[in-house]
């Protein structure tokens, strides 16, 4: 099955700082690469994905890169707030029904003011 | 906005006993999945459903058990609970056959004495 590898585990930065979160994945058939935030005692949420078909996504501070024949994937923040403090997590699986997701083990970043 | 929800926030269950875990969606949603949520490991995958009457292994079924006899709830059962259980479980859903953002309940922290 899918095995997916997170790191760093936890990233202390400094306020409008740039955070990078870097992920591994195992399965070569795995094409769908979201990205899940959890804020402190809340429910994770996705905040982007991409897909094989694709190298790079952005959406305002956040961006996503792939390297599907290196088989990882990448979270970047830029201009880092103290809102952007949360457990963010990869995950990744193949475009087959039921979605089945395999998780990366979460970043824990902590954005100083 | 989709609606999951749990039926406990917390629950304390003594070894040995059954303990059922409900979640209800109120989006139509295909795919219902449990997942429990231990520091360090992620989000990890117990079992899926993408069908009423379907269900299907995640990566760690072993102990538990599911029941989907309608579309909007997936039941989680622990058969004879352990204190290796003791965890955040948290259930989700999402529409449609292939991938799909994921819709969080809030979590049911399980503590198994």
């Known amino acids: 099955g899918e095995n997916v590898e997170q790191h760093p585990s936890t990233l202390s930065v400094q306020e409008g700082d740039s955070a990078v979160i870097k992920c591994t994945y195992s399965?070569?058939?795995?094409?769908?690469f979201p990205w899940y935030k959890q804020e402190l005692g809340k429910r994770p949420q996705l905040i982007i994905d991409?897909?094989?078909?694709?190298g790079e996504k952005k959406d305002q501070r956040i961006a996503v890169t792939l390297n599907k024949t290196a088989k990882h994937f990448s979270l970047h923040i830029t201009e880092t707030q103290p809102e952007d403090s949360a457990v963010y997590f990869c995950?990744?699986?193949?475009?087959?029904?039921?979605?089945?997701?395999?998780f990366g083990g979460g970043t824990r970043v902590l954005v100083k003011p | 906005d989709v609606k999951v929800t749990q039926s406990s926030r917390y629950l304390v269950k003594r070894t040995g006993e059954k303990v059922f875990l409900e979640c209800v969606q109120d989006?139509?949603?295909?795919?219902m999945f449990w997942y429990r949520q231990d520091p360090g490991l992620g989000l990890r995958l117990i079992y899926f459903?993408?069908?009423?009457?379907?269900?299907e292994k995640g990566d760690i079924p072993e102990g538990y058990s599911v029941s989907r006899e309608k579309k909007e709830r997936f039941s989680l059962i622990l058969e004879s609970a352990s204190t290796n259980q003791t965890s955040m479980y948290l259930c989700?859903?999402?529409?449609?056959?292939?991938?799909?953002?994921?819709?969080f309940g809030s979590g049911t922290q399980l503590s198994v004495l």
């Open positions: 989700a859903s999402s529409f449609g056959a292939l991938n799909e953002k994921l819709f």
């Open positions: 399965d070569s058939a795995s094409n769908y």
């Open positions: 991409i897909r094989s078909n694709v």
């Open positions: 995950a990744a699986s193949r475009e087959a029904a039921g979605n089945k997701l395999t």
């Open positions: 989006m139509d949603h295909e795919n």
């Open positions: 459903s993408y069908d009423v009457k379907m269900k």
